[in-house]
């Protein structure tokens, strides 16, 4: 009986270190840049002046790209401009900043140095003051 036991324990211990084994795919990004430049992005939440003005995004996609250039497109309209993932007072912060004229005031409430909250490889959640950004991976 003490064999079987013994036998039934050594069998245990293979399936719980399978069982425990890390899967990568649910890592989180190392940076923002890691996430963010990967695919397309929309506005997701953003909480702005006391007010909740996701739906004032509507059919906004945008891109940002490994050489700090971002797009924001709509219904064919292109805005151009930058951003960058900065370390700020021991804060990750990403900032995005809009090029030229003509830029629609949707994308300038958004152009901040948002502190990162939390990241992840679909969504990305942004904080300034009592403001609140997040984007979702398309």
């Not at 990568?24 to 702005?48: C, E, K």
């Not at 004229?101 to 003051?129: A, M």
Request: include cysteine.
């Amino acid at each position: 009986m003490k064999n079987f036991k013994l036998y039934l324990f050594a069998l245990a211990i293979p399936l719980f270190m399978i069982a425990c084994n890390k899967n990568d795919d649910n890592d989180p990004p190392q940076s923002v840049a890691d996430a963010i430049t990967d695919g397309t992005w929309r506005v997701h939440y953003l909480f702005n002046d006391g007010t909740d003005q996701s739906g004032n995004y509507s059919g906004y996609v945008f891109k940002f790209d490994t050489d700090g250039s971002v797009s924001a497109e709509k219904a064919g309209d292109n805005t151009a401009g930058t951003w960058s993932e900065v370390l700020d007072s021991g804060k990750k912060k990403l900032l995005i900043t809009w090029i030229g004229g003509g830029i629609p005031s949707l994308l300038l409430e958004i152009e901040e140095d948002w502190v990162v909250k939390s990241k992840s490889t679909t969504l990305i959640q942004l904080t300034y003051n009592n403001d609140e950004l997040h984007f979702q991976k398309l």
